[in-house]
């Protein structure tokens, strides 16, 4: 039997659901293993021919209101969800009716940082009958398996200096391997390894600074050479607070003893406040595992202007290039091009654009860096207009690769932004933007899209497109599909070659990458196949699911809490105007136009307020923006022509 689990970004109650086809064919022995992914199942019991007949037969409420944006991990008949910050870690039987509990497991939560984020991605990692996870005010703990009992919990980042852990933890040889978030607040950032016996730090290696804080030494390869590039490439001192975290996850090759990862973008987003390169942010890291020493790294934003940072996820591949066999690392990043390197070398091989982009002008292969767009340039105290891809980014989720077909499946969001470049002071623990945005969607293009992406090609196989943006990974499967999720709460079934639905499930609002496991690794002997995801507290039309290809249901409101999340600020931008809060710190648009961030971090209203009061609760939908030609979905309608309730 095949479980598919999938959790849901959700802004209500959290919620399991199950869901069973009926004369699904068990997987046929022999067959042969696809490389290991993340975002990859092997099992091909589901298939477009079966798809159709999912059902939903079990679910759980999580009792968390945020939004959930990791998928489960499974060990055995154990199912482990982490709930977003303040976390709670539940251990779920996978065999008993209504997937009961076996323990949880609430670690003690600061305050300080419950501003920052919401640790929503963070993810436990299983191992020898251990759980290991971090929580996103800057704790790393181990648990056991079986019944939850604290082995060690350690701190090791400051939320009182923008510190956070929103990523999951790496468990590599006996090592943990964490990296640090706090970009928009100047958080220096790191990767660190633990030791997982007893939570001992192992090395600390910094993404800006000195040669001997990054671990530069002999041997290291990156386009311009130097010596402490990590603080001449800066103004006087902004390095201190620069960013760079390691926000995104952290991969490891076995073989060859190597941890990659990407660095976030520099700090403050005002370019003028922090003149150079900025060295290392914006950019892919290959290490040591043993000692953390830095073996290469690719600039792929030097400079960043936008604030997007490059801790996309990556993806570990050993396939054909260009009529040879290649290691490689495939990076689809924020800035909207799709990078192919040789993981050994650093070597780039590809960086081609998977959507239309403006910001740059292709790649300069002199110095393997984009060229920038001289139109978008951003200086301070101006405006710069209709810059394309928008923060946070061109990458919604977790990409997911087919070796079956040889396509990569990117969550993808089409928007632009017009960038007001604002003078900001560094405070300890408080926003260090310096920037006023406006989100709008890509000129004649749906705001969301699943891209196809022809890896040995570099090219658009197809697109699926979506009227909101994409924020959840997706899944491909050996039986030809790939799932992924809405954040009108839809979950979709996709034919993997061609992109043509075949199947949908009204859930909630939202999507995280959904998980796979067999029955057989739970232990059991059953011939169905299974589908599980979380949802919030259902909208009306939620638990449908059919298929027939046919407009969405009209999606659920986002709370307006929702909207001063910095990962909802392209759905607040577009969709959604808030009232709970008094008029000068009201989030996303008002009247006509739309939200901007502030220099301080956090969503204003750009005009009067309108539609229902302040304080009575709900969003409203605006209209600042057209339908693409060809017309919307009756969700995008919804969106941009009607008045949502809370």
Not at 50 to 79: E, K
Not at 201 to 223: C, H, M, N, Q
Not at 611 to 622: E, T
Request: aromatic share 6%; hydrophobic share 40%.
């Amino acid at each position: 039997m095949e479980m598919l689990f999938r959790l849901t970004e959700l802004f209500g109650i959290a919620m399991i659901l199950a869901l069973a086809p009926a004369g699904a064919a068990p997987a046929a022995e022999g067959s042969a293993t696809p490389e290991a992914q993340p975002g990859f199942s092997a099992l091909d019991q589901l298939t477009p021919a079966n798809v159709r007949g999912l059902q939903p037969v079990a679910s759980l409420p999580t009792g968390s209101r945020g939004a959930h944006g990791a998928a489960p991990v499974i060990a055995g008949d154990t199912a482990f969800i982490l709930t977003p910050f303040p976390h709670e870690l539940l251990a779920l039987d996978l065999r008993a009716p209504g997937l009961r509990v076996k323990w949880r497991h609430r670690p003690a939560a600061d305050s300080m940082a419950a501003g920052q984020g919401s640790g929503a991605r963070n993810a436990p990692v299983v191992e020898d009958g251990r759980v290991f996870l971090t929580t996103f005010d800057g704790h790393a703990v181990a648990l056991d398996a079986a019944t939850g009992a604290l082995l060690w919990d350690i701190r090791v980042a400051d939320p009182s200096q923008g510190e956070s852990l929103p990523a999951p933890p790496l468990l590599a040889r006996g090592t943990l391997l964490l990296g640090s978030g706090g970009d928009d607040f100047g958080a220096r950032g790191w990767i660190a390894a633990l030791s997982a016996e007893t939570g001992a730090l192992l090395w600390k290696r910094y993404s800006t600074g000195p040669d001997e804080a990054v671990s530069i030494g002999p041997g290291f390869a990156s386009a311009g050479q130097g010596e402490n590039l990590g603080v001449t490439t800066w103004s006087p001192s902004a390095w201190q607070h620069g960013g760079g975290g390691v926000s995104g996850p952290i991969l490891w090759d076995a073989a060859a003893g190597l941890v990659f990862h990407g660095t976030g973008h520099p700090a403050p987003w005002n370019p003028d406040q922090r003149r150079g390169d900025n060295r290392w942010t914006s950019g892919l890291f290959a290490r040591a595992l043993e000692d953390g020493a830095a073996r290469w790294f690719l600039p792929v934003s030097p400079h960043d202007l936008y604030a997007l940072g490059s801790t996309t996820p990556n993806l570990l591949l050993d396939r054909e290039w260009q009529g040879s066999q290649r290691p490689l690392l495939v990076h689809p990043d924020a800035n909207g091009h799709v990078y192919v390197l040789d993981r050994l070398s650093g070597a780039l091989l590809s960086a081609e654009a998977f959507l239309p982009v403006n910001a740059t002008q292709g790649l300069d292969p002199g110095q393997g860096v984009l060229r920038r767009n001289p139109a978008k340039e951003v200086r301070s105290g101006g405006t710069t207009t209709g810059i394309c891809p928008a923060h946070p980014g061109a990458v919604g989720g977790a990409a997911a690769y087919s070796p079956r077909t040889g396509l990569l499946y990117i969550p993808a969001r089409r928007l632009c932004m017009d960038l007001e470049a604002r003078d900001t002071t560094f405070i300890p623990g408080t926003p260090f933007t310096g920037a006023n945005l406006r989100q709008m969607p890509a000129p004649g293009l749906y705001p969301g899209a699943l891209v196809a992406w022809d890896l040995g090609a570099a090219r658009v196989a197809w697109t699926h497109d979506e009227a909101l943006p994409l924020e959840g990974g997706a899944l491909a499967t050996a039986g030809g599909l790939v799932f992924y999720g809405t954040m009108e709460g839809v979950l979709k079934a996709l034919d993997a070659a061609t992109g043509a639905e075949l199947w949908r499930f009204q859930a909630a609002s939202g999507s995280s990458r959904p998980r796979s496991a067999t029955r057989d690794q739970m232990g059991g002997n059953m011939s169905r196949c299974w589908l599980a995801q979380a949802a919030s507290r259902a909208p009306r039309r939620a638990g449908r699911s059919t298929s027939e290809t046919q407009p969405p249901p009209r999606a659920a409101p986002w709370p307006c809490a929702a909207c001063r999340s910095r990962r909802r600020r392209a759905a607040c931008s577009i969709s959604s105007r808030c009232h709970d809060e008094p008029p000068h710190r009201r989030a996303g648009p008002a009247g006509a136009g739309p939200g901007r961030l502030q220099a301080g971090g956090a969503l204003h209203a750009a005009g009067p307020p309108g539609g229902r009061g302040a304080g009575q609760g709900g969003c409203a939908a605006h209209r600042h923006w057209r339908p693409p030609a060809g017309g919307l979905s009756r969700a995008g309608q919804s969106l941009s022509q009607q008045r949502l309730s809370a």
